[in-house]
């Protein structure tokens, strides 16, 4: 039992990184991950509440204060296990959850002293799991008799079909691209989420039963329609947010302008930094600028320091205070050498006479009045303008809603941008048997909320499925 | 992995390869393509279904070797697969009885034209084809487009064969002949379609051109396809690949088609080097 004698608290532990100088010739992970005796010091620092705070912050209700103790007893497979119940891809969310405003953020160790660590311990004992061999399959429920078609393979997708699958449902998952795993193979580099650990999490869920279909385009290939009239009783829509936006200005088709989408995939899905091992080819100058300030800009700059590039560049209309990424990813970017330009934004692009891109017209900004997101809008500097020289720009400014298979679906409800409505809590759509969630009905959010949907998508069509009643 | 059940050589380095696709052949409507890759570390190209058997469960498509992926899958055979093969992609021709349409096709671009203007003369149109090519031995497909075609002309570069000289020539003539041409259709190197585009525009007759750029996803997903048509933004693989031809900009077509120029080159001569230290395979 425990003494009553006050032990100090060890202090936040580190996970160590890969040394910035190094890690930007390659694209090995730049965390490093936790050793057992770092876990276990992390882990003492919870006090285990009896009504954790933690848990309000986690989407699918991760029981934190459970599966930490359990790391405290060094059952680390067990501690797995555990977040297991209630999330089935959490050597993912350990990575790429911004764990800072979700469940660190309510953690009350935070209030006095720093959270606890819990994203980073849920990816020690995942992958403790996962290199001890000891994944385990839960054995295959009875069958219902019912089909389930889901379409789109990122998280959202992923965690209905797992979670219906462990119900004893048939579930296909349909996907595009040639390899499962939506943004988290196409979008999220290697550096910051291996692709081999992707391709263990689908093994996982294949393993459960389910059948994942690739190279599957719905609303080409097949359509929803198609889906019922083939005995499916239930659809789910997971196609994330797929339409890269670019800027109307001058110049914005000239050569080496690249959307996020376009360079990241080139690079992550198609691995271009191999070439020429790999067909696809990649090309960045050696300056070059990335626009917009969240994550996907720093997996961008960040690729492209790694591709060989001298100087990199973010140009954000607005100041470091208002940059949406992630304070890690900030500060990896800024250790790595990525030049951080605040307050400009782009006019046009100028080329040269091979249409390529080598140079562009910023203007400066200044920041006004609170706009609706409550940040200060980014009001253009008249006569601001000057002439700032790159080779190769990537436009990181977000993403909508891809048409291509909802426009074909009969009564179904997008809302003004495009997206689709869905009921937050059962993700009904307004076509009887369809169901949706992820970055398609909320836009761009994140890998745990997009599982979110997924597993409330589980409960409600399972509801569905049993009553017959919509 | 889609089993390779027919290849057939059309004409040097033009070869035709009906691919088994069930799926794909259920739903293909002419004008729309498929996007391949041919093994693990290949690149995703798009290519242009030119016929379907839907008993068979197939689909054909004809491929000119220009470069590392078309002169590897040149080198598969009957009973060979190709790991991935996804579509039908893009908008489906717009097919209607128009009149009379010409349907221009340049090069390999007749196999993207034949199955399109076999879908006009489907619709009830006249329809007068024009296959261009190089020279003799890069005509493809003469028999098969005879056989629906109203009127078939042929030219090539050097004369070896039918008229000397380019498509735009013989289109010329047609035109200034006096006939009413409703509708052309045209499909080749991009240079061919812009010199077609300029033509007919002083005609005033409608032209929808199927545009070739470079592509990876095919799903509106990337935007590395996009194209200028009317000044506006517009992403080939899903707006297109058909386009109102007096409205793209096809130099930047062009710049943006060599934007790799340097590294196809260089996987192209890597593929070739290794090809030639290997064992052969026959
Ligand atoms: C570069 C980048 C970095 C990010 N970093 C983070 C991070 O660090 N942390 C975080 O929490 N979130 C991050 N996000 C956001 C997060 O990845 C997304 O919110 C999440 O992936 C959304 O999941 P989803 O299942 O809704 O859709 P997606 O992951 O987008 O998957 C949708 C899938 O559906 C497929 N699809 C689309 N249309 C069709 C169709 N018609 N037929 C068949 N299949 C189709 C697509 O090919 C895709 O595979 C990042 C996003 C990007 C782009
Ligand atoms: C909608 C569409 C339909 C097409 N239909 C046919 C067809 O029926 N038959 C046919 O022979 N060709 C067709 N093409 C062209 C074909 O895709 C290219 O020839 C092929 O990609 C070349 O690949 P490569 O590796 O052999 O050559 P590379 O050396 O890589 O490239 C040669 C040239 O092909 C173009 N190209 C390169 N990569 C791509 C890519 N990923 N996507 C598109 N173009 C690329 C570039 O202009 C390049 O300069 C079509 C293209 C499009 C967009
Ligand atoms: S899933 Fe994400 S939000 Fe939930 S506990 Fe784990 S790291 Fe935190
Ligand atoms: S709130 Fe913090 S200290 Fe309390 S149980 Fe959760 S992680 Fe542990
Ligand atoms: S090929 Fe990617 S958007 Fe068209």
Redesign the pocket.
Same mark, same amino acid.
């Given at each position: 039992m425990k003494k009553k004698k006050k032990k100090k608290r060890a202090p936040r532990q580190e996970m160590s990184r890969q040394d910035a100088k190094q890690r930007v010739k390659n694209f090995n992970e730049v965390a490093l991950g936790y050793s057992i005796e770092a876990a276990i010091l992390e882990a003492s620092r919870c006090i285990g509440c009896p009504k954790p705070k933690c848990v309000d912050g986690c989407p699918v209700f991760v029981d934190i204060a459970g599966f930490i103790s359990l790391i405290q007893e060094k059952k680390f497979v067990e501690a797995s296990r555990k977040i297991k119940l209630t999330n089935v891809l959490p050597a993912i969310c350990g990575r790429v959850c911004p764990q800072e405003t979700q469940c660190e953020i309510e953690c009350v160790l935070g209030k006095i002293d720093e959270p606890v660590a819990i994203g980073r311990l849920e990816r020690f004992v995942s992958d403790y799991e996962a290199e001890a061999g000891e994944i385990e399959i839960p054995a295959r429920p009875d069958p219902k008799g019912k089909k389930v078609g889901v379409v789109g393979s990122g998280p959202a997708g992923l965690t209905l079909a797992g979670e219906l699958a462990k119900m004893g449902y048939g579930v296909t998952i349909f996907e595009a691209l040639h390899k499962p795993g939506g943004v988290l193979v196409y979008g999220i580099p290697e550096f910051r989420l291996p692709k081999a650990i992707v391709a263990r999490e689908v093994d996982f869920i294949e393993k459960l039963g389910v059948e994942v279909k690739t190279n599957f385009v719905v609303g080409r290939t097949a359509s929803v329609e198609d889906f019922f009239n083939q005995g499916y009783d239930a659809i789910f829509l997971g196609l994330g947010a797929g339409l890269p936006w670019f800027l109307d200005i001058p110049g914005i088709n000239l050569v080496g302008i690249y959307s996020a989408n376009e360079f990241l995939t080139r690079n992550n899905l198609m691995k271009a930094y191999l070439f020429p091992e790999y067909?696809t080819p990649i090309k960045v100058g050696k300056k070059v600028v990335v626009i917009g300030g969240g994550n996907v800009a720093m997996d961008s700059v960040r690729t492209s320091l790694r591709l060989g590039a001298d100087e990199t560049h973010i140009i954000y209309r607005r100041s470091r205070k208002e940059l949406p990424a992630r304070e890690e990813e900030i500060e990896n970017a800024e250790a790595e050498g990525v030049i951080f330009d605040f307050l400009v934004n782009p006019v046009e692009f100028l080329g040269d006479e091979e249409g390529r891109i080598k140079a562009m017209k910023l203007i400066r900004m200044e920041l006004g009045e609170p706009d609706s997101s409550g940040r200060r809008r980014p009001v253009p500097i008249e006569g601001s303008e000057f002439e700032y020289r790159c080779n190769t720009c990537v436009i990181a400014i977000g993403q909508g809603a891809n048409p291509l298979a909802l426009s074909a679906i009969e009564g179904l409800k997008l809302n003004k941008w495009g997206y689709i409505e869905a009921d937050w809590d059962t993700t009904k759509t307004s076509v009887k048997g369809v169901f949706a969630g992820g970055d398609i009905v909320t836009g761009e959010a994140t890998v745990i909320e997009a599982m979110g949907f997924g597993r409330r998508a589980s409960i409600a069509i399972d509801k569905y499925l049993s009553t017959g009643e919509w | 992995m889609n089993k390779i059940v027919k290849k057939q050589k059309l004409a040097d380095g033009i070869n035709l390869f009906e691919i088994e696709a069930a799926l794909i052949a259920r739903k293909r409507k002419p004008g729309q393509?498929v996007i391949l890759r041919l093994d693990e570390t290949g690149?995703?190209?798009?290519?242009?279904i030119?016929d379907v058997n839907r008993e068979k469960g197939t689909v054909t498509?004809?491929?000119?070797?220009?470069? +590392?992926?078309?002169?590897q899958l040149g080198t598969l055979g009957e009973g060979n697969s190709i790991l991935d093969v996804v579509g039908p992609l893009?908008q489906p021709t717009y097919i209607k009885k128009f009149g009379t349409v010409v349907a221009v096709g340049g090069g390999?671009g007749h196999?993207?034209c034949y199955p399109i203007a076999r879908g006009m003369k489907d619709a009830g149109n006249y329809l007068i084809s024009i296959i261009g090519a190089r020279n003799k031995k890069l005509v493809i497909l003469e028999e098969e487009t005879k056989s629906f075609s109203d009127e078939l002309y042929i030219t090539t570069d050097d004369g070896s064969y039918g008229r000397k000289g380019f498509v735009t020539d013989q289109l010329k003539e047609i035109i200034e002949s006096g006939k009413k041409v409703d509708l052309v259709l045209a499909s080749g190197p991009a240079i061919m379609m812009k010199f077609v585009s300029l033509m007919t525009k002083e005609y005033r007759i409608k032209t929808i051109v199927?545009?070739?750029?470079?592509?990876?996803d095919g799903t509106g997903m990337c935007g590395v396809?996009r194209v200028e048509v009317g000044g506006k933004t517009k992403f080939?693989c899903v707006d297109g690949?058909e386009f109102d031809g007096h409205e793209v900009n096809y130099d930047l077509l062009m710049k943006r088609?060599?934007s790799? +120029?340097e590294e196809?080159k260089l996987?192209?001569e890597c593929y070739l080097k290794t090809m030639a230290n290997s064992e052969p395979i026959n």
């Open positions: 067909d | 393509f690149e995703r190209i798009p290519l242009t030119a498509i004809i491929v000119q070797v220009v470069g +590392k992926t078309t002169e893009g390999v196999a993207v199927s545009l070739n750029s470079i592509m990876i396809c080939a690949p088609l060599a790799y +120029k196809e996987a192209h």
